[in-house]
C-alpha cells in the first residue's frame, strides 16, 4: 500500500522543548517538502529536498531543521527557537522536482504547545 | 511578487449550483497552476491543473480557465455537491524546484 505517512496525529510541545515530526514515504519519490498550514493562511514551504543529503530552506525556515538521510524519510525538528508552533504540519512528495510533478501530502501532524 | 491571491474566503452553494473560485499572481515566472482539495483532517489531494499555454482545462465537472495577460486563474464546479464541500488551494509553480507557493484556500459549503 503506497503513500506518504506522517507521525504523530497529534503532537504536543512544552515550552523550550524540541520535536520531531516523521514522515516516510514508499512512493520512491525524489523530492519531499514539509508545509505549515494556519487557518486563512494557506500553506507555506518550510523546508524541500530533491535528493539526498540535500535539501533546502523554504519562506518559513526560521525555528525548523531538517535532514534527508535516507530517500524514504524527512523528519522535521520544530526547535525551541520557533516561538508560534501550533499549526498542522503537511509533508508531501513528488517523483522528482521537475515541472508540473505532483505533490502527494501525508496525513499531516497537528503540534500543538502546552 | 510571490504571492498568489485567492478568493472568497468562503463560499456557500446549493446543491446543483456552480461555484467559482478566483486566483491572480503577479510572477509571471509561475508555469503551473495547481488546484488542490482538503478535506477536514486530511493532507490536501491534486484536483486538477493547467499550464500558461492554454485557456481552459476541464476534467469531469472540475474546469480551470486561465487568463494570462490579466494573470488570473479561476475554478469551476459545474453541478456541485455535498460531497465537494471541502477547502479549495489555488497554487502557482515555476522551474525546477518543484516548489508551489499557494493561496489562502476557500471553505466551500455545498447545502443539499
Known amino acids: 500500500d503506497g503513500g506518504i505517512t506522517q507521525s504523530p496525529k497529534y503532537l504536543f510541545r512544552k515550552e523550550g522543548q524540541n520535536v520531531t515530526l516523521s514522515c516516510e514515504q514508499n512512493?520512491?519519490?525524489?523530492?519531499m517538502y514539509w508545509y505549515r498550514q494556519d487557518p486563512g493562511q494557506g500553506l507555506r514551504l518550510i523546508y524541500y529536498?530533491?535528493?539526498?543529503?540535500?535539501?533546502q530552506k523554504g519562506d518559513i525556515a526560521e525555528g525548523y531543521s531538517v535532514s534527508r538521510e535516507k530517500k524514504e524519510s524527512f523528519p522535521l525538528t520544530v526547535t525551541s527557537a520557533q516561538k508560534n508552533p501550533t499549526a498542522f504540519y503537511l509533508c508531501?512528495?513528488?517523483?522528482?522536482?521537475?515541472?508540473?510533478?505532483?505533490?502527494?501530502f501525508g496525513p499531516g501532524t497537528r503540534l500543538l504547545v502546552l | 511578487q510571490q504571492q498568489v491571491k485567492q478568493s472568497p474566503q468562503s463560499l456557500i452553494v446549493q446543491k446543483g449550483g456552480i461555484s467559482i473560485i478566483n486566483c491572480a499572481y503577479e510572477?509571471?515566472?509561475?508555469?503551473?497552476f495547481p488546484w488542490y482539495q482538503q478535506f477536514p483532517g486530511k493532507g490536501p489531494a491534486l484536483l486538477i491543473a493547467i499550464r500558461p499555454d492554454v485557456s481552459e482545462k476541464k476534467e469531469g465537472r472540475f474546469t480551470i480557465s486561465f487568463n494570462k495577460s490579466a494573470k488570473q486563474f479561476s475554478l469551476h464546479i459545474m453541478d456541485s455537491q455535498p460531497g465537494d464541500s471541502a477547502t479549495y488551494f489555488c497554487a502557482a509553480g515555476s522551474g525546477n524546484t518543484g516548489k508551489l507557493i499557494f493561496g489562502q484556500g476557500t471553505t466551500l459549503q455545498v447545502k443539499p
Open positions: 529536498s530533491q535528493i539526498v543529503n540535500d535539501f
Open positions: 510572477n509571471t515566472a509561475f508555469d503551473y
Open positions: 508531501a512528495s513528488s517523483s522528482s522536482s521537475g515541472w508540473g510533478e505532483t505533490q502527494y
Open positions: 512512493l520512491n519519490h525524489d523530492a
